[in-house]
Protein backbone atom coordinates (compact mmCIF):
# COMPACT_ATOMS: atom_id res chain seq x y z
CA UNK A 1 0.00 0.00 0.00
CA UNK A 2 2.90 2.59 1.18
CA UNK A 3 5.57 3.65 -1.61
CA UNK A 4 8.07 5.43 0.01
CA UNK A 5 8.02 9.56 2.29
CA UNK A 6 6.94 12.07 0.36
CA UNK A 7 6.68 14.68 2.54
CA UNK A 8 8.01 15.69 5.95
CA UNK A 9 6.49 18.58 8.22
CA UNK A 10 8.03 21.12 10.56
CA UNK A 11 5.92 23.30 12.78
CA UNK A 12 7.75 26.13 13.87
CA UNK A 13 7.10 29.30 16.02
CA UNK A 14 8.77 32.00 13.61
CA UNK A 15 8.33 30.67 9.92
CA UNK A 16 11.03 33.80 8.22
CA UNK A 17 13.30 32.64 10.38
CA UNK A 18 12.92 28.91 10.17
CA UNK A 19 13.14 29.73 6.20
CA UNK A 20 16.55 31.51 6.28
CA UNK A 21 17.73 28.67 8.29
CA UNK A 22 17.02 26.15 6.46
CA UNK A 23 18.26 28.04 3.24
CA UNK A 24 21.69 27.61 4.69
CA UNK A 25 21.15 23.99 5.57
CA UNK A 26 19.86 23.13 2.54
CA UNK A 27 22.10 25.66 -0.02
CA UNK A 28 18.41 26.08 -2.26
CA UNK A 29 15.73 28.48 -1.83
CA UNK A 30 11.67 27.46 -1.48
CA UNK A 31 9.96 26.37 -4.04
CA UNK A 32 7.14 27.71 -3.04
CA UNK A 33 7.02 30.62 0.06
CA UNK A 34 4.06 31.85 1.64
CA UNK A 35 3.20 33.29 5.49
CA UNK A 36 1.35 30.28 5.95
CA UNK A 37 3.67 27.83 4.41
CA UNK A 38 7.58 27.40 2.83
CA UNK A 39 8.36 24.56 0.55
CA UNK A 40 11.51 23.08 -0.37
CA UNK A 41 12.08 20.33 -2.87
CA UNK A 42 14.54 17.91 -2.27
CA UNK A 43 14.81 15.33 -4.94
CA UNK A 44 11.88 12.99 -5.00
CA UNK A 45 10.76 14.40 -1.54
CA UNK A 46 9.53 17.32 -0.17
CA UNK A 47 10.08 19.50 3.30
CA UNK A 48 7.34 21.74 4.66
CA UNK A 49 7.52 24.18 7.26
CA UNK A 50 4.28 25.57 8.60
CA UNK A 51 4.09 28.27 11.12
CA UNK A 52 2.66 27.34 14.77
CA UNK A 53 1.51 29.62 17.88
CA UNK A 54 2.25 26.91 19.82
CA UNK A 55 5.22 26.77 22.25
CA UNK A 56 7.95 24.18 21.32
CA UNK A 57 6.74 21.03 23.35
CA UNK A 58 8.11 18.30 21.02
CA UNK A 59 4.72 16.91 20.65
CA UNK A 60 4.06 14.41 18.08
CA UNK A 61 2.70 16.37 15.85
CA UNK A 62 5.73 18.71 15.64
CA UNK A 63 6.98 16.25 12.69
CA UNK A 64 4.89 14.28 10.58
CA UNK A 65 5.79 12.04 7.54
CA UNK A 66 3.95 11.68 4.72
CA UNK A 67 3.86 8.28 2.67
CA UNK A 68 3.14 8.51 -0.82
CA UNK A 69 0.31 6.66 -1.94
CA UNK A 70 -1.07 5.99 -5.33
CA UNK A 71 -4.87 6.83 -4.61
CA UNK A 72 -5.42 9.09 -1.29
CA UNK A 73 -9.24 8.84 -1.49
CA UNK A 74 -8.93 5.05 -1.84
CA UNK A 75 -6.08 4.56 0.82
CA UNK A 76 -7.56 6.91 3.09
CA UNK A 77 -10.56 5.00 3.48
CA UNK A 78 -9.34 1.81 3.84
CA UNK A 79 -7.16 3.29 6.82
CA UNK A 80 -10.13 4.04 8.20
CA UNK A 81 -12.23 1.03 7.57
CA UNK A 82 -8.86 -1.08 9.07
CA UNK A 83 -9.39 1.13 12.57
CA UNK A 84 -7.50 4.48 11.87
CA UNK A 85 -9.61 7.48 12.89
CA UNK A 86 -9.39 10.94 11.05
CA UNK A 87 -7.16 13.23 12.09
CA UNK A 88 -7.64 15.74 8.68
CA UNK A 89 -9.70 15.64 6.06
CA UNK A 90 -8.09 15.38 2.46
CA UNK A 91 -7.07 18.31 1.35
CA UNK A 92 -5.60 19.51 -2.38
CA UNK A 93 -2.91 22.22 -2.75
CA UNK A 94 -2.00 22.94 -6.44
CA UNK A 95 -1.30 19.47 -7.66
CA UNK A 96 -0.83 17.25 -4.27
CA UNK A 97 -3.86 15.59 -2.26
CA UNK A 98 -2.56 15.09 1.56
CA UNK A 99 -4.38 13.80 4.76
CA UNK A 100 -3.27 12.54 8.29
CA UNK A 101 -5.26 9.62 10.24
CA UNK A 102 -4.23 8.31 13.65
CA UNK A 103 -3.90 4.96 13.59
CA UNK A 104 -4.89 2.48 16.69
CA UNK A 105 -1.64 2.87 18.33
CA UNK A 106 -1.97 6.46 18.27
CA UNK A 107 0.36 7.56 15.58
CA UNK A 108 0.10 10.28 13.60
CA UNK A 109 -0.03 8.91 10.25
CA UNK A 110 0.39 10.94 6.77
CA UNK A 111 -0.42 10.00 3.54
CA UNK A 112 -0.10 12.29 0.37
CA UNK A 113 -0.70 11.72 -3.59
CA UNK A 114 -1.24 13.57 -7.29
CA UNK A 115 -4.32 14.78 -8.33
CA UNK A 116 -6.15 12.66 -9.98
CA UNK A 117 -6.99 13.73 -13.96
CA UNK A 118 -9.33 15.73 -14.96
CA UNK A 119 -12.26 13.54 -15.79
CA UNK A 120 -12.28 11.94 -11.82
CA UNK A 121 -11.81 14.97 -10.08
CA UNK A 122 -15.33 16.08 -11.46
CA UNK A 123 -18.04 17.09 -9.14
CA UNK A 124 -19.28 13.18 -9.50
CA UNK A 125 -16.80 11.66 -8.04
CA UNK A 126 -15.76 14.08 -5.17
CA UNK A 127 -16.78 17.52 -3.62
CA UNK A 128 -16.70 20.29 -5.95
CA UNK A 129 -13.25 22.17 -5.65
CA UNK A 130 -15.04 24.85 -7.18
CA UNK A 131 -17.57 25.20 -4.32
CA UNK A 132 -14.80 25.01 -1.64
CA UNK A 133 -12.78 27.69 -3.49
CA UNK A 134 -15.52 30.06 -3.59
CA UNK A 135 -15.81 29.28 0.65
CA UNK A 136 -12.69 30.13 1.15
CA UNK A 137 -12.66 33.32 -0.65
CA UNK A 138 -15.82 33.64 1.40
CA UNK A 139 -13.90 32.96 4.93
CA UNK A 140 -11.56 35.40 3.68
CA UNK A 141 -14.07 38.35 3.24
CA UNK A 142 -15.56 37.84 6.64
CA UNK A 143 -12.36 38.66 8.16
CA UNK A 144 -11.71 41.17 5.90
CA UNK A 145 -10.39 44.42 8.06
CA UNK A 146 -11.96 46.72 5.62
CA UNK A 147 -15.35 47.39 7.10
CA UNK A 148 -16.91 48.20 3.55
CA UNK A 149 -15.52 45.04 1.85
CA UNK A 150 -16.09 42.94 5.06
CA UNK A 151 -18.19 39.56 3.89
CA UNK A 152 -21.01 38.62 5.87
CA UNK A 153 -20.48 34.60 5.12
CA UNK A 154 -19.02 34.02 9.10
CA UNK A 155 -20.40 30.19 8.78
CA UNK A 156 -17.82 29.57 5.67
CA UNK A 157 -15.29 28.37 7.95
CA UNK A 158 -16.75 25.54 8.83
CA UNK A 159 -16.57 23.96 5.77
CA UNK A 160 -12.90 24.34 5.49
CA UNK A 161 -10.11 21.92 6.07
CA UNK A 162 -7.54 22.53 9.16
CA UNK A 163 -4.98 23.46 6.43
CA UNK A 164 -7.49 25.63 4.82
CA UNK A 165 -8.19 27.28 7.81
CA UNK A 166 -4.33 27.89 8.28
CA UNK A 167 -3.89 31.37 6.05
CA UNK A 168 -6.77 33.20 7.60
CA UNK A 169 -5.37 33.27 10.92
CA UNK A 170 -3.25 36.47 10.17
CA UNK A 171 -3.56 39.84 7.84
CA UNK A 172 -0.49 38.88 6.48
CA UNK A 173 -1.07 35.68 5.35
CA UNK A 174 -4.78 36.60 3.98
CA UNK A 175 -3.06 39.49 1.96
CA UNK A 176 -0.52 37.27 0.25
CA UNK A 177 -2.77 34.83 -0.81
CA UNK A 178 -5.54 37.56 -2.17
CA UNK A 179 -2.44 38.85 -4.02
CA UNK A 180 -0.97 35.25 -5.19
CA UNK A 181 -3.61 32.76 -5.57
CA UNK A 182 -6.70 33.93 -5.74
CA UNK A 183 -6.13 37.43 -7.38
CA UNK A 184 -7.61 41.03 -6.41
CA UNK A 185 -9.95 40.84 -9.38
CA UNK A 186 -11.44 37.14 -8.30
CA UNK A 187 -12.02 37.99 -4.78
CA UNK A 188 -13.52 41.31 -5.68
CA UNK A 189 -16.26 39.24 -7.87
CA UNK A 190 -16.76 36.73 -4.86
CA UNK A 191 -17.24 39.77 -2.24
CA UNK A 192 -19.67 41.18 -5.15
CA UNK A 193 -21.92 38.23 -5.97
CA UNK A 194 -22.52 37.29 -2.49
CA UNK A 195 -23.75 40.80 -1.70
CA UNK A 196 -25.79 41.08 -4.68
CA UNK A 197 -27.29 37.26 -4.06
CA UNK A 198 -28.10 38.08 -0.41
CA UNK A 199 -29.59 41.45 -0.85
CA UNK A 200 -32.15 39.31 -3.61
CA UNK A 201 -32.44 36.47 -0.87
CA UNK A 202 -33.59 38.64 1.86
CA UNK A 203 -36.18 40.96 0.00
CA UNK A 204 -37.60 37.71 -0.81
CA UNK A 205 -38.15 36.25 2.45
CA UNK A 206 -39.29 40.06 3.56
CA UNK A 207 -41.87 39.84 1.06
CA UNK A 208 -42.87 36.01 2.38
CA UNK A 209 -42.12 34.80 -0.76
CA UNK A 210 -43.93 30.84 -0.58
CA UNK A 211 -40.42 28.93 -1.85
CA UNK A 212 -36.68 29.93 -3.20
CA UNK A 213 -34.42 27.22 -4.76
CA UNK A 214 -31.05 27.61 -4.90
CA UNK A 215 -29.82 25.55 -8.53
CA UNK A 216 -26.39 24.28 -7.48
CA UNK A 217 -25.82 25.85 -3.51
CA UNK A 218 -22.72 24.54 -2.87
CA UNK A 219 -21.73 25.50 0.71
CA UNK A 220 -24.15 28.31 0.65
CA UNK A 221 -25.24 29.63 4.41
CA UNK A 222 -27.76 31.76 3.60
CA UNK A 223 -30.45 29.55 4.88
CA UNK A 224 -28.50 29.20 8.25
CA UNK A 225 -27.02 32.85 8.85
CA UNK A 226 -30.54 35.08 8.07
CA UNK A 227 -32.88 32.13 8.97
CA UNK A 228 -34.19 34.39 11.46
CA UNK A 229 -35.69 36.12 8.16
CA UNK A 230 -37.45 32.53 7.23
CA UNK A 231 -41.16 32.91 7.87
CA UNK A 232 -43.35 30.41 5.81
CA UNK A 233 -40.97 30.83 2.50
CA UNK A 234 -39.94 26.76 1.46
CA UNK A 235 -36.32 26.46 0.32
CA UNK A 236 -34.65 24.21 -1.21
CA UNK A 237 -30.98 23.34 -2.05
CA UNK A 238 -30.07 21.32 -4.99
CA UNK A 239 -26.34 20.14 -6.03
CA UNK A 240 -24.50 16.82 -7.07
CA UNK A 241 -24.34 14.26 -3.93
CA UNK A 242 -20.39 14.66 -3.39
CA UNK A 243 -20.76 18.00 -2.36
CA UNK A 244 -24.18 18.13 -0.63
CA UNK A 245 -23.12 15.06 1.54
CA UNK A 246 -20.30 16.88 2.96
CA UNK A 247 -21.87 20.19 3.65
CA UNK A 248 -24.71 18.21 5.79
CA UNK A 249 -21.61 16.55 7.40
CA UNK A 250 -19.83 19.72 8.09
CA UNK A 251 -23.20 21.49 9.32
CA UNK A 252 -23.55 18.62 12.09
CA UNK A 253 -20.55 18.33 13.20
CA UNK A 254 -20.50 22.36 13.79
CA UNK A 255 -23.85 21.78 15.16
CA UNK A 256 -25.75 23.91 12.58
CA UNK A 257 -29.25 23.50 13.25
CA UNK A 258 -30.97 22.72 9.66
CA UNK A 259 -34.38 25.15 9.57
CA UNK A 260 -37.56 23.31 9.19
CA UNK A 261 -38.65 25.25 6.00
CA UNK A 262 -35.07 24.02 4.00
CA UNK A 263 -35.15 20.47 1.97
CA UNK A 264 -32.47 19.19 0.34
CA UNK A 265 -32.30 17.97 -2.91
CA UNK A 266 -29.43 15.60 -4.80
CA UNK A 267 -29.26 16.35 -8.27
CA UNK A 268 -26.53 16.06 -11.18
CA UNK A 269 -27.56 19.00 -13.83
CA UNK A 270 -25.66 17.31 -16.60
CA UNK A 271 -28.05 14.02 -16.58
CA UNK A 272 -31.02 13.93 -14.03
CA UNK A 273 -34.34 15.68 -14.76
CA UNK A 274 -34.94 19.06 -12.72
CA UNK A 275 -38.93 18.42 -12.66
CA UNK A 276 -38.93 14.97 -11.55
CA UNK A 277 -36.27 15.32 -8.19
CA UNK A 278 -37.58 18.75 -7.39
CA UNK A 279 -41.01 17.90 -7.62
CA UNK A 280 -40.77 14.65 -5.56
CA UNK A 281 -39.10 16.94 -3.08
CA UNK A 282 -42.32 19.02 -2.10
CA UNK A 283 -41.60 21.98 -5.39
CA UNK A 284 -45.43 23.83 -5.99
CA UNK A 285 -45.10 24.85 -9.51
CA UNK A 286 -48.34 27.18 -8.89
CA UNK A 287 -46.80 29.89 -6.26
CA UNK A 288 -44.31 32.26 -7.33
CA UNK A 289 -40.28 30.97 -6.55
CA UNK A 290 -37.03 32.56 -6.73
CA UNK A 291 -34.29 30.89 -8.24
CA UNK A 292 -31.08 31.32 -7.03
CA UNK A 293 -28.57 30.13 -9.78
CA UNK A 294 -24.86 30.65 -8.56
CA UNK A 295 -22.09 30.43 -10.11
CA UNK A 296 -23.21 27.28 -12.11
CA UNK A 297 -24.47 28.24 -15.29
CA UNK A 298 -20.79 28.54 -16.92
CA UNK A 299 -19.98 25.04 -16.00
CA UNK A 300 -22.94 23.23 -17.94
CA UNK A 301 -23.27 22.63 -21.64
CA UNK A 302 -25.99 24.75 -23.40
CA UNK A 303 -28.64 21.94 -23.60
CA UNK A 304 -28.57 21.93 -19.41
CA UNK A 305 -28.80 26.00 -19.72
CA UNK A 306 -31.45 25.92 -21.57
CA UNK A 307 -33.38 23.18 -19.82
CA UNK A 308 -32.54 24.76 -16.60
CA UNK A 309 -34.21 27.85 -18.04
CA UNK A 310 -37.34 26.02 -19.18
CA UNK A 311 -38.20 24.20 -16.50
CA UNK A 312 -38.24 27.45 -14.26
CA UNK A 313 -40.75 29.27 -17.01
CA UNK A 314 -42.82 26.83 -17.64
CA UNK A 315 -43.10 25.63 -13.89
CA UNK A 316 -43.21 29.02 -12.00
CA UNK A 317 -45.98 31.32 -12.34
CA UNK A 318 -45.86 35.10 -13.81
CA UNK A 319 -43.77 36.82 -10.91
CA UNK A 320 -41.66 34.49 -10.21
CA UNK A 321 -37.93 35.27 -11.07
CA UNK A 322 -34.33 34.27 -11.28
CA UNK A 323 -30.91 35.41 -10.20
CA UNK A 324 -27.62 34.17 -11.86
CA UNK A 325 -23.93 35.19 -12.62
CA UNK A 326 -23.37 34.42 -16.22
CA UNK A 327 -19.60 34.21 -18.29
CA UNK A 328 -19.64 36.87 -21.11
CA UNK A 329 -16.75 35.38 -22.99
CA UNK A 330 -14.92 32.50 -23.51
CA UNK A 331 -12.23 31.88 -20.80
CA UNK A 332 -10.35 29.61 -19.17
CA UNK A 333 -11.84 27.93 -15.63
CA UNK A 334 -9.38 27.82 -12.87
CA UNK A 335 -9.97 24.06 -11.93
CA UNK A 336 -9.10 21.29 -14.80
CA UNK A 337 -12.11 19.32 -12.99
CA UNK A 338 -14.62 21.91 -13.87
CA UNK A 339 -14.58 23.53 -17.01
CA UNK A 340 -15.88 26.15 -18.24
CA UNK A 341 -19.22 25.12 -21.46
CA UNK A 342 -20.91 28.23 -21.61
CA UNK A 343 -20.92 31.73 -21.86
CA UNK A 344 -23.49 34.66 -23.43
CA UNK A 345 -21.78 37.65 -25.15
CA UNK A 346 -23.00 40.70 -23.34
CA UNK A 347 -25.36 42.15 -26.00
CA UNK A 348 -27.05 39.11 -26.15
CA UNK A 349 -28.19 38.69 -22.54
CA UNK A 350 -31.36 40.34 -22.87
CA UNK A 351 -32.72 38.56 -26.52
CA UNK A 352 -31.55 35.40 -25.36
CA UNK A 353 -33.69 35.55 -21.76
CA UNK A 354 -36.91 37.68 -23.92
CA UNK A 355 -36.44 34.62 -26.31
CA UNK A 356 -36.81 32.29 -23.47
CA UNK A 357 -39.84 33.76 -21.65
CA UNK A 358 -37.65 36.51 -19.18
CA UNK A 359 -37.71 39.66 -18.54
CA UNK A 360 -34.37 41.70 -16.98
CA UNK A 361 -35.07 43.25 -13.78
CA UNK A 362 -31.38 44.23 -12.92
CA UNK A 363 -28.45 43.68 -14.71
CA UNK A 364 -24.29 44.48 -13.63
CA UNK A 365 -21.72 44.51 -15.65
CA UNK A 366 -17.98 44.55 -13.74
CA UNK A 367 -18.01 47.71 -13.66
CA UNK A 368 -21.79 48.19 -11.95
CA UNK A 369 -20.31 46.05 -9.81
CA UNK A 370 -17.30 47.58 -8.86
CA UNK A 371 -18.75 50.75 -8.46
CA UNK A 372 -22.20 49.16 -6.17
CA UNK A 373 -19.93 47.10 -4.16
CA UNK A 374 -16.26 47.76 -3.78
CA UNK A 375 -16.41 51.64 -3.68
CA UNK A 376 -15.86 53.56 0.14
CA UNK A 377 -17.49 56.06 1.77
CA UNK A 378 -16.50 59.08 -0.41
CA UNK A 379 -17.77 57.35 -3.50
CA UNK A 380 -14.65 56.29 -4.54
CA UNK A 381 -13.46 52.86 -6.42
CA UNK A 382 -10.81 50.72 -4.33
CA UNK A 383 -11.36 47.00 -5.43
CA UNK A 384 -11.74 45.55 -9.07
CA UNK A 385 -13.56 42.56 -10.33
CA UNK A 386 -12.42 40.09 -12.90
CA UNK A 387 -13.74 41.41 -16.36
CA UNK A 388 -16.32 39.05 -18.40
CA UNK A 389 -18.73 38.09 -15.26
CA UNK A 390 -21.96 40.05 -15.22
CA UNK A 391 -25.07 39.24 -12.43
CA UNK A 392 -28.85 39.06 -13.82
CA UNK A 393 -31.97 39.19 -12.25
CA UNK A 394 -35.07 38.40 -14.27
CA UNK A 395 -38.59 37.45 -14.16
CA UNK A 396 -40.94 34.82 -15.64
CA UNK A 397 -43.04 36.67 -18.20
CA UNK A 398 -46.82 34.80 -19.74
Given at each position: ??????????????????KDWYCKILNKEPAFNSPF??????????????????????????????????????????????????????????????????????????????????????????????????????????????????????????????????????????????????????????????????????????????????????????????????????????????????????????????????????????????????????????????????????????????????????????????????????????????????????????????????????????????????????????????????????????
Amino acid sequence: MFQSVKTVTYQVSDIEKAKDWYCKILNKEPAFNSPFAVIFVIDDSVLMLAPTSNPLSGSDERIVAYWGVENIDVVYQKLLELGATPHTEINTVADTKSAKVVDPFGNILGITSKVLAAKDRSVENQPSETANGVTFCRALAARDEREEFRGPDYLAEIFLTEDGKRPLKDRASREWVINNLITPERYGYLIARTAYIDDIFKQSLRENIPQIVFLGAGYDTRSYRLKELIKETRIFELDIQTTQQRKKEKLNQSNISIPEQLTFVSINFKSDVLEKVLFKAGFDKNKKALFIWEGVMYYLPAEAVNNTLKFVKLNSPVGSTICFDYLTAERQSVNAGEPFLFWIEEERIESFLSERGYKIMERLTSKDMESKYLSVRNGSVVGKVIPHFSFVHASVLE
